[in-house]
């Protein structure tokens, strides 16, 4: 299997490969805090790009290796002075590394992800320590030319121990002109040496217009409710793809509709939800409605808590559902408890392959009561 072929586990089904994103947004605060760095003339070797899932990290991670690998080491005044520092991180597409970074063939790039197992010739569900230590022969093949190198994990968190330790090593003697970028979704994660070790650069959530950019960029189009679609997603392009490849905005139109029966419920309409969710080779639907009725709990408890709902609706009718079923702190903490509740309610059905059906329904009615 060629490198081209490998299945790659940090690709957005439905959207481009961050390689093949030309510009970040909405992030320029890190952008800017990695510039400075590069500007002082003390670039720090590793880096922790930090934030929640979707918001740009990797796209982030290649845009500075192809900002690092094209543009050439300052030099001193010469007659004509010297040439302004970059003031952006955006490299020419048609720049030979650009070129080469896309076609994956950029000798002074390494990228490391979770790889295939070659007995089971199956994706990994670790980066293991193999993956790492491949590190050690593209340093040897790419130290004779002296230019720069580049390191790209993603992400960082999916490395076992050993992966984690095999790093540790090169974090703490890390070769010359070599800057290694991590992607963590979350650095809780890491080993607290590891990202003692790095400089970290933290990525916010996206508002509804940079959404928007972003998505245009991917060339997807976005829904005609653009708002609900960056509420739901929490700011994060890859959620709102997943969002809009699921039809994500009408099934929690549907959850707003059937909760808005309670605390008498539409026993027909919940039957329909759980049969279409839980249809052979619906998964990814499935886990799509249990982390939106999540969102929903989450927003009935907020409610309560703050006295007066979200101000984006995420679906019509969706602020009176919130202010009838939670008008007091006293009901925002037992919808809390019960979303605690159901989250390990679902998450042992599903450890122990509990009918589908059955497990939506149980949930709705657990909300039932609640509502009641």
């Not at 390689?19 to 880096?47: K, M, P």
């Not at 040897?140 to 002296?146: E, F, H, I, Q, R």
């Not at 974090?171 to 809780?188: C, D, M």
């Not at 027909?268 to 709990?297: I, M, P």
Request: net charge neutral; charged share 25%.
């Amino acid at each position: 299997m060629s490198e081209t072929d490998n299945p790659e586990p940090d690709r957005i089904d439905g959207a481009p490969h961050p390689r093949e994103t030309a510009r970040v947004i909405g992030q320029d605060a890190a952008q800017a805090g990695f510039l400075d760095s590069y500007n002082s003339g003390r670039l720090h070797h590793g880096w922790l790009l930090t934030g929640p899932r979707g918001v740009g990290k990797a796209t982030l991670a290649w845009a500075i290796a192809r900002f690092l690998l094209a543009t050439p080491p300052a030099e001193d005044e010469g007659l004509f002075g010297a040439p302004p520092p970059p003031a952006s991180l955006e490299i020419d597409p048609e720049h030979p590394v650009a070129r080469r970074i896309l076609a994956r063939s950029e000798p002074g790039l390494f990228h490391i992800t979770r790889s295939v197992n070659e007995k089971t010739k199956r994706l990994r569900d670790q980066i293991v320590a193999e993956d790492v230590r491949s590190l050690n022969r593209f340093m040897s093949l790419s130290a004779a030319d002296g230019g720069r190198r580049v390191v790209i994990i993603d992400a960082a968190d999916e490395m076992n121990t050993q992966a984690a330790n095999a790093l540790l090593k090169m974090l703490e003697e890390p070769p010359a002109r070599t800057t290694l970028l991590l992607v963590s979704h979350q650095p809780s994660r890491l080993l607290p040496t590891i990202r003692s070790r790095c400089r970290e650069l933290r990525l916010g959530t996206l508002s509804p217009d940079d959404m928007a950019a972003a998505l245009a960029q991917a060339g997807i189009d976005t829904p005609a409710d653009g708002a609900a679609l960056a509420e739901l997603s929490g700011g994060s392009v890859g959620e709102a793809v997943r969002l809009i490849n699921l039809d994500g905005l009408k099934t929690y139109a549907e959850l707003v509709t059937l909760y808005d029966t309670l605390p008498r419920l539409d026993r027909a309409r919940a039957l329909k939800l759980a049969e279409s969710a839980a249809a052979r080779g619906a998964e990814a639907r499935l886990d799509l409605l249990f982390h939106l009725q999540d969102l929903l709990l989450a927003r009935l408890a907020r409610t309560g808590a703050t006295g007066q709902p979200p101000k984006i609706q995420a679906a019509p009718t969706e602020a009176s559902l919130l202010t009838r079923l939670s008008p007091s702190p006293a009901h925002a903490r037992a919808w809390a408890e019960q979303a605690q509740a159901i989250s390990a309610r679902v998450g042992h059905a599903r450890a122990v392959n509990l009918d589908p059906v059955a497990l939506v329904l149980d949930t709705v009615f657990k909300i039932q009561q609640t509502a009641a």
